[in-house]
């Protein structure tokens, strides 16, 4: 590895080494290139396989770069089950994404990676590197959560002393690296939005070393945060809204992509959506939403801030019907102003509360207050510059950061700002925004890193990363997310204290202890609290502050359809023919494969082993189909004793191997075997004994 200083002269962006193959435009990528000043990196003789000048991807559109910088230093591995080195990942393109899970630009990015992860599966590994922001997200264990609660589906180094992040002198949130099949550094790349430059970057070096033969497009295997998880009725709920009228309280079943409604003595009296991740308007059980949160009731409208979706939701209580009050289904990509409601693109709709027929939104992605007069067909910026801050003022200039949840006390509403761990007020009236818990107006947005967990008055008072705010006759409660604690401001005095949690992540009930509580809601003496990493409701009897779970009767997971993975296939697109196997008639077969390895590498226990036996003439037909075992280096398959005892199968099989048999990257194989069997009167045996030769993969 280059020297810090060196290695840094060399890092460059990925559209300036592109320059004459794609065209990209967009602010950010314009702002990027104004502040990349280092030098073009002297030409150095490399001994390389030579290229094909007549193959159309003969061009390296990365030449003559620095090997990559090493993965060591983080503190823990997560979605795989050991440590990953880029000596495993060579033959794979690698594209590390810098992240923090409290930052909605990070968030933004996660479905661009899903998208190309699907679209190279094979040819392309996506490290998520965790270089956290707040003292919270260092925790091995939050990040976890936050795994699960994003869906990611690939490997995360918690990079809690960022170490890795120095080594690749990265600087911004979030911003990504690109690292060749044969463990080069080929540029870096920062802000959301890049979804079609990066894909096509990823052609053009995926054609590159396939044509050379360095591309390793054997399949990959990590093992996933998301099946640690056990079902749960609620799944990270994320905001509440209680109806004291009408004796109902709303819950955003979030990563179960639905609302719940129950009687506040949790009878359940009906859940919106179908639990399918989508935009779908319709009836209760056909609608669909993406991560909804906050949630707004006018007479009998709910409306609904489908978060992923980028939508408003209108839901028709009476009717039981779903619709789109406003968006198109895309994020917006840039600065807006809003405009006609189906025609404006929003952007993380986080929360949302209604004032004299007034909606007013908390779009978190472009930090900003947005406003819809109910009947009318606009929508657009109600409060905020736009900036990434927390700044006072009219309500053109002022700025926030990500804002997170919002409250009503008559014609003033309280925001708080996540990012920037404070609490704001906004007058509609006086057309002001000030800030009234936390730090404001510093310069360079110094605001942004002033958290911690402290009581006091105003700017005095520290929080770190608040998700909930809710108005209380002449007090907040607040929601301090990051901090596993609810708060209480005195809107006389702004004196912040301390009222539940420990400050530790837990899930105990006496002593009171959250996770990451998110939403809030009260009906007469009893606070409910959305404690989302616990995946439950509490309740707060406010005459005692004794707290219990509040449990919804009736309640359970939604059943979803089933994927299956019942595709094999084989490396090759021959099925390998097996010696005749002799079995006994009418027994239970074993079948035994024993796979020959690359030096290095054993079979892998953790990873699946899943096969199908077919009649080979009759090949839609499936006899068996399961999942077998490792043992040594030995595959274990058991097979129902055979009908039609003589004639020739298709055995499908797929294993995974990994460095040392444990290595947090394990390659996977499918194979296919025709085996004819034959049975044999007074034979004994019921093995089926099958090789495969891999060694030179």
């Given at each position: 590895m280059p020297g810090k200083h060196a290695f840094l002269k060399q890092f460059y962006l990925l559209t300036a080494m592109l320059v004459g193959l794609i065209t990209v435009s967009g602010p950010g990528l314009t702002a990027a290139l104004a502040d990349e000043k280092s030098p073009a990196p002297a030409e150095k003789k490399t001994e390389e396989t030579p290229e094909p000048e007549d193959d159309p991807a003969s061009k390296n559109p990365f030449p003559n770069r620095p090997q990559a910088p090493s993965l060591d230093g983080g503190t823990e591995w997560l979605n795989t089950s050991g440590e990953i080195t880029l000596k495993d990942l060579r033959g794979k393109v690698v594209l590390i994404d810098f992240w923090t899970y409290c930052c909605i630009n990070c968030m933004h990015v996660l479905p661009d990676l899903a998208y190309l992860e699907k679209k190279y599966p094979n040819e392309l590994v996506v490290i998520g590197c965790h270089s956290a922001k707040f003292d919270n997200e260092k925790e091995t264990d939050n990040i976890r959560r936050a795994i699960q609660r994003y869906e990611i589906k690939h490997p995360v180094i918690n990079d809690s002393n960022m170490t890795v992040w120095r080594k690749y002198g990265v600087r911004a949130w979030p911003s990504m690296v690109l690292i060749d099949p044969e463990g080069k550094y080929c540029g870096h790349l920062s802000g959301e939005g890049n979804r079609e430059l990066l894909d096509k970057v990823l052609e053009r070096v995926i054609a590159y070393h396939r044509a050379k033969g360095t591309l390793d497009e054997t399949p990959v295997h990590f093992d996933l945060e998301s099946a640690k998880l056990k079902p749960t009725p609620l799944k990270f709920p994320g905001k509440l809204l209680a109806d004291a009228p009408q004796n109902r309280l709303f819950i955003s079943d979030s990563n179960h992509n639905r609302i719940v409604i129950a009687s506040l003595d949790g009878k359940l009296i009906d859940v919106i959506g179908s639990g399918q991740i989508g935009n779908k308007d319709g009836d209760y059980k056909t609608a669909a939403f993406d991560h909804p949160q906050g949630m707004a009731l006018v007479g009998n409208t709910l409306y609904v801030a489908d978060t992923e979706n980028h939508l408003i939701?209108?839901?028709?209580?009476?009717?039981?019907?779903?619709?789109?009050?406003?968006?198109?289904?895309?994020?917006?990509?840039?600065?807006?102003?809003?405009?006609?409601?189906?025609?404006?693109?929003?952007?993380?709709?986080?929360?949302?509360?209604?004032?004299?027929?007034?909606?007013?939104?908390?779009?978190?992605?472009?930090?900003?207050?947005?406003?819809?007069?109910?009947?009318?067909?606009?929508?657009?910026?109600?409060?905020?510059?736009?900036?990434?801050?927390?700044?006072?003022?009219?309500?053109?200039?002022?700025?926030?950061?990500?804002?997170?949840?919002?409250?009503?006390?008559?014609?003033?509403?309280?925001?708080?700002?996540?990012?920037?761990?404070?609490?704001?007020?906004?007058?509609?009236?006086?057309?002001?925004?000030?800030?009234?818990?936390?730090?404001?107006?510093?310069?360079?947005?110094?605001?942004?890193?002033?958290?911690?967990?402290?009581?006091?008055?105003?700017?005095?008072?520290?929080?770190?990363?608040?998700?909930?705010?809710?108005?209380?006759?002449?007090?907040?409660?607040?929601?301090?997310?990051?901090?596993?604690?609810?708060?209480?401001?005195?809107?006389?005095?702004?004196?912040?204290?301390?009222?539940?949690?420990?400050?530790?992540?837990?899930?105990?009930?006496?002593?009171?202890?959250?996770?990451?509580?998110?939403?809030?809601?009260?009906?007469?003496?009893?606070?409910?609290?959305?404690?989302?990493?616990?995946?439950?409701?509490?309740?707060?009897?406010?005459?005692?502050?004794?707290?219990?779970?509040?449990?919804?009767?009736?309640?359970?997971?939604?059943?979803?359809?089933?994927?299956?993975?019942?595709?094999?296939?084989?490396?090759?697109?021959?099925?390998?023919?097996?010696?005749?196997?002799?079995?006994?008639?009418?027994?239970?077969?074993?079948?035994?494969?024993?796979?020959?390895?690359?030096?290095?590498?054993?079979?892998?226990?953790?990873?699946?082993?899943?096969?199908?036996?077919?009649?080979?003439?009759?090949?839609?037909?499936?006899?068996?189909?399961?999942?077998?075992?490792?043992?040594?280096?030995?595959?274990?398959?058991?097979?129902?004793?055979?009908?039609?005892?003589?004639?020739?199968?298709?055995?499908?099989?797929?294993?995974?191997?990994?460095?040392?048999?444990?290595?947090?990257?394990?390659?996977?194989?499918?194979?296919?075997?025709?085996?004819?069997?034959?049975?044999?009167?007074?034979?004994?045996?019921?093995?089926?004994?099958?090789?495969?030769?891999?060694?030179?993969?």
């Amino acid at each position: 590895m280059p020297g810090k200083h060196a290695f840094l002269k060399q890092f460059y962006l990925l559209t300036a080494m592109l320059v004459g193959l794609i065209t990209v435009s967009g602010p950010g990528l314009t702002a990027a290139l104004a502040d990349e000043k280092s030098p073009a990196p002297a030409e150095k003789k490399t001994e390389e396989t030579p290229e094909p000048e007549d193959d159309p991807a003969s061009k390296n559109p990365f030449p003559n770069r620095p090997q990559a910088p090493s993965l060591d230093g983080g503190t823990e591995w997560l979605n795989t089950s050991g440590e990953i080195t880029l000596k495993d990942l060579r033959g794979k393109v690698v594209l590390i994404d810098f992240w923090t899970y409290c930052c909605i630009n990070c968030m933004h990015v996660l479905p661009d990676l899903a998208y190309l992860e699907k679209k190279y599966p094979n040819e392309l590994v996506v490290i998520g590197c965790h270089s956290a922001k707040f003292d919270n997200e260092k925790e091995t264990d939050n990040i976890r959560r936050a795994i699960q609660r994003y869906e990611i589906k690939h490997p995360v180094i918690n990079d809690s002393n960022m170490t890795v992040w120095r080594k690749y002198g990265v600087r911004a949130w979030p911003s990504m690296v690109l690292i060749d099949p044969e463990g080069k550094y080929c540029g870096h790349l920062s802000g959301e939005g890049n979804r079609e430059l990066l894909d096509k970057v990823l052609e053009r070096v995926i054609a590159y070393h396939r044509a050379k033969g360095t591309l390793d497009e054997t399949p990959v295997h990590f093992d996933l945060e998301s099946a640690k998880l056990k079902p749960t009725p609620l799944k990270f709920p994320g905001k509440l809204l209680a109806d004291a009228p009408q004796n109902r309280l709303f819950i955003s079943d979030s990563n179960h992509n639905r609302i719940v409604i129950a009687s506040l003595d949790g009878k359940l009296i009906d859940v919106i959506g179908s639990g399918q991740i989508g935009n779908k308007d319709g009836d209760y059980k056909t609608a669909a939403f993406d991560h909804p949160q906050g949630m707004a009731l006018v007479g009998n409208t709910l409306y609904v801030a489908d978060t992923e979706n980028h939508l408003i939701r209108k839901i028709d209580l009476d009717q039981k019907q779903v619709s789109t009050l406003a968006g198109t289904g895309e994020q917006a990509r840039y600065r807006s102003a809003g405009g006609k409601l189906r025609e404006s693109a929003l952007n993380s709709p986080w929360a949302l509360a209604e004032i004299d027929g007034v909606l007013y939104i908390c779009m978190a992605g472009p930090h900003q207050i947005w406003s819809h007069k109910l009947g009318s067909d606009e929508i657009g910026v109600y409060a905020g510059s736009g900036r990434e801050d927390i700044v006072n003022g009219p309500l053109d200039t002022s700025a926030f950061a990500q804002t997170s949840d919002i409250t009503v006390d008559g014609d003033v509403f309280y925001v708080v700002d996540s990012e920037g761990s404070a609490v704001r007020k906004v007058d509609t009236k006086k057309k002001t925004v000030s800030t009234i818990a936390g730090t404001s107006d510093l310069e360079r947005g110094r605001s942004l890193f002033e958290f911690g967990d402290k009581d006091g008055v105003g700017m005095h008072a520290r929080l770190q990363h608040p998700l909930g705010v809710l108005y209380d006759n002449g007090r907040l409660f607040i929601a301090d997310t990051y901090n596993h604690k609810l708060k209480t401001e005195d809107l006389k005095t702004f004196e912040v204290k301390t009222f539940l949690g420990t400050g530790k992540d837990g899930n105990s009930l006496n002593p009171v202890e959250f996770s990451e509580p998110s939403g809030l809601a009260k009906v007469g003496n009893r606070l409910f609290v959305a404690d989302t990493n616990n995946h439950r409701i509490c309740v707060v009897n406010l005459d005692n502050d004794q707290v219990s779970e509040f449990k919804v009767q009736g309640l359970t997971p939604p059943e979803l359809p089933k994927t299956s993975d019942d595709s094999f296939t084989a490396a090759s697109a021959d099925a390998l023919t097996a010696s005749a196997q002799k079995v006994a008639a009418g027994v239970p077969l074993a079948v035994t494969v024993t796979p020959k390895l690359s030096s290095g590498y054993k079979l892998s226990p953790l990873a699946p082993v899943k096969f199908s036996f077919k009649s080979a003439d009759d090949p839609e037909k499936t006899i068996a189909r399961g999942k077998g075992t490792v043992k040594g280096n030995q595959v274990l398959l058991a097979l129902p004793a055979l009908k039609v005892p003589d004639g020739n199968y298709l055995l499908n099989l797929r294993f995974g191997y990994c460095r040392d048999g444990v290595g947090g990257l394990c390659k996977q194989h499918s194979a296919q075997w025709k085996v004819p069997v034959q049975t044999v009167a007074g034979e004994k045996n019921s093995d089926i004994t099958l090789s495969l030769d891999l060694s030179q993969d």
